[in-house]
């Protein structure tokens, strides 16, 4: 998020320091290479540095020739799913530091995923603590939730389908809507705590869609009734729409599953018990484990069965495998004592890193087909709609990749919720 909205303000002519603490990611974002596959982001990247308008340094010192300095870092999770604040708290100290050598007046923008209530209790107060600064005297605060899709992030970022500004103060909005100068969309202004909600609300409204259908899929399927007609029967109604009622695995990815378990942590610490939010987390949960059980139930032991995999990047077009689903059915299935094989277009070398050892990876999905007792798609990349793949096999379809009726004509398939 930190490199496409750095980049995105360079191509619009902003003169940009990207402030990164790793030194390999550094030295790659400044030879033009971005550390992480994003569709066009390359190509931008090598552009703004043609132009000297971005350039990635590791001192905080930079800060000091900005008018305003975005903030970008990770909140992942504590191990009870609740956010862990340990980057933000480190940034605001560094930033807090360097608005106290300033003599100009900054904006500290927060793009960072927070649980409401943070940017006012937790970053504002460690800004006064290290700058010596009164918020409004010497610097302003402003938050401005991202909304980018990974894999098309740049996209997202220049189409945005609405901007979010959070204020205490008028100025510090203004600057952040000036930086989106040019890009139409509506643009809502609110205080701040607000808009750290918009953001929490329109995930876990995104992942409550995706629970949703997969639990009408799990009912059609014991009625015989095909979950992809249903949902396109539904989306007609202007009310519910067509988008996020794919059923299948269920969601992953390093935002939906972490701010659905932040939201329902931080509601707990209200004292208030968020049903419905942890249903959504439930039902994903279970989703996974339905593939395991259609495997058993259609294999037996799973004890030495040669499982090929496609599929491992929590979606397509991304090598990103963070809360992957793919990820938990293979350890799943190594548990069990299944030997996999697997194969993905982008995201194999993440997957090595963080997959036990003894999986074979493959040069191509054929190859990973090939000789296994069974397959399971789990990642809808283009190149697995291709039927030919599946002839003679037997297949667990966790994506929807092809059609069921045609499916079953040239293979043994299942669909997980369909
Ligand atoms: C998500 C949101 O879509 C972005 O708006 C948000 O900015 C971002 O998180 C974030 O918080 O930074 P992303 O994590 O890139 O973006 O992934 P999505 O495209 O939302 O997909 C999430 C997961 O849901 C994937 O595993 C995908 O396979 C699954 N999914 C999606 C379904 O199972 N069914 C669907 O119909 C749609």
């Known amino acids: 998020m930190g490199l496409v909205t750095a980049t995105a303000l360079a191509s619009k002519g902003h003169n940009v320091v990207l402030i990164e603490k790793d030194k ?19 190509d931008k990247l090598s552009d703004c540095l043609k132009h000297n308008c971005l350039r990635a340094v590791e001192n905080y010192q ?10 970008c870092v990770g909140t992942p999770s504590n191990p009870d799913g609740s956010i862990d604040l340990s980057y933000i708290k480190q940034s605001a100290r560094e930033i807090g530091k360097m608005l106290g050598k300033k003599t100009e007046r900054h904006t500290v923008v927060i793009r960072s995923t927070v649980i409401p209530g943070t940017t006012r209790g937790v970053i504002i107060p460690a800004l006064e603590e290290y700058s010596g600064h009164k918020l409004h005297d010497a610097f302003d605060v402003a938050v401005n939730p991202e909304f980018l899709q990974e894999g098309s992030a740049l996209r ?11 204020e205490d103060d008028k100025g510090a909005g203004d600057t952040v809507e000036k930086l989106y100068e040019g890009i139409s969309a509506p643009i809502i202004r609110t205080d701040i705590p607000t808009a750290e909600m918009v953001k929490y609300a329109s995930n876990a409204f995104l992942a409550t ?9 799990n009912l059609c399927q014991k009625l015989g009734i095909d979950v992809y007609e249903v949902a396109k029967g539904i989306s007609f109604d202007y009310r519910i729409g067509d988008r996020f009622l794919n059923a299948g695995l269920g969601f992953g990815g390093s935002c939906l599953p972490k701010d659905l378990g932040a939201l329902v942590q931080a509601s707990r610490g209200l004292g208030y018990h968020a049903r419905l939010l942890e249903s959504v987390m439930e039902v994903n949960r279970l989703q996974v484990l339905k593939i395991i059980q259609a495997v058993e139930q259609k294999l037996g032991d799973l004890k030495n069965k040669k499982i ?3 599929g491992l990047a929590f979606k397509p077009n991304t090598d990103d495998v963070r809360s992957a689903p793919a990820l938990r059915v293979i350890e799943m299935l190594i548990n069990k ?10 995201a194999m070398p993440n997957a090595r890193a963080v997959l036990p050892e003894g ?7 054929e190859e990973a087909v090939r000789g296994g007792d069974c397959v399971l798609v789990l990642t809808e990349w283009a190149e697995f709609k291709n039927e030919s793949l599946y002839r003679g ?19 043994d398939y299942q669909g997980i919720c369909w």
């Open 337 to 346: 004592g299944a030997m996999v094989k697997a194969y993905d277009p982008m």
């Open 359 to 365: 999986i074979e990876y493959c040069r191509s999905a």
């Open 156 to 166: 997202c970022y220049f189409n945005p389908d609405r901007i979010i500004i959070g």
């Open 24 to 42: 390999a990611k550094i030295s790659s974002i400044n030879k033009g290479k971005a550390p992480i596959a994003e569709d066009g982001l390359d």
């Open 308 to 310: 090929s995999i496609l």
């Open 209 to 217: 869609k995706i629970s949703f259908i997969n639990e009408i899929g």
């Open 393 to 411: 096999e037997i297949v667990f379809d966790g994506r929807r990749v092809v059609d069921p009726r045609n499916a079953k004509t040239f293979c």
């Open 62 to 71: 930079e800060m000091l020739g900005t008018d305003v300095t975005l903030v």
